[in-house]
């Protein structure tokens, strides 16, 4: 946090959007605990820099940042339009390993919600060195996982989400996004 003092206001003095928004990234992910109202703030003023500067390399890590302290904090619709963008950007980049962290992202929220086998589908695509060191939340999602479908169900929806091409994940994944949607707007 004392490294993100000043950070926004002399990016901003640049003139440059990359750096403007990786400082507001940073400083959201920074503050995220002691402030998180003014992280959301910052990293949704990232992304749209972000955004208006042509940048999606940048937009999808900020919208991933976001999406997760958006879940942490119950806004669980933005959270799913967030995730479904850094999806779409890494796919349409033909980004077959950083795609995989937003799908963990999305994993972790599906358990929280109680999608298990959705959660379970997307962790065997997802889960590799990288997403679980990214993400420490995707281990205590796996561990549920397992709790709660048992080791053999959890084991053969994994290896279902393992054998997907990234075209078939992302297809999955933004049908799992819209059926968990529809159920949040409009519950039974």
């Given at each position: 946090m004392d490294s993100a003092d000043g950070l926004i206001e002399a990016a901003e003095a640049a003139g440059n959007p990359y750096l403007l928004a990786w400082a507001l990234g940073t400083y959201g992910l920074a503050f995220r605990d002691a402030d998180p109202v003014g992280a959301l703030n910052a990293l949704g003023r990232g992304l749209v820099i972000a955004q208006d500067s042509?940048?999606?390399a940048v937009a999808s890590a900020l919208a991933e940042f976001l999406a997760l302290l958006e879940t942490e904090h119950g806004y669980t619709l933005a959270a799913f339009d967030h995730l479904t963008l850094a999806i779409r950007n890494f796919h349409d980049a033909g980004d077959t390993t950083t795609i995989r962290v937003p799908l963990a992202s999305l994993a972790a929220l599906f358990d929280r919600f109680g999608r298990y086998e959705a959660a379970a589908t997307i962790v065997g695509f997802a889960l590799?060195?990288?997403?679980a060191a990214s993400l420490p939340e995707i281990t205590t999602a796996i561990a549920h996982l397992r709790e709660v479908l048992g080791d053999q169900t959890y084991e053969s929806l994994a290896h279902k989400g393992e054998t997907m091409t990234i075209a078939e994940m992302a297809t999955y994944a933004y049908d799992q996004i819209d059926?968990?949607?529809?159920?949040l707007e409009y519950p039974s």
């Open positions: 042509g940048n999606r590799n060195p990288m997403t059926q968990a949607r529809a159920e």
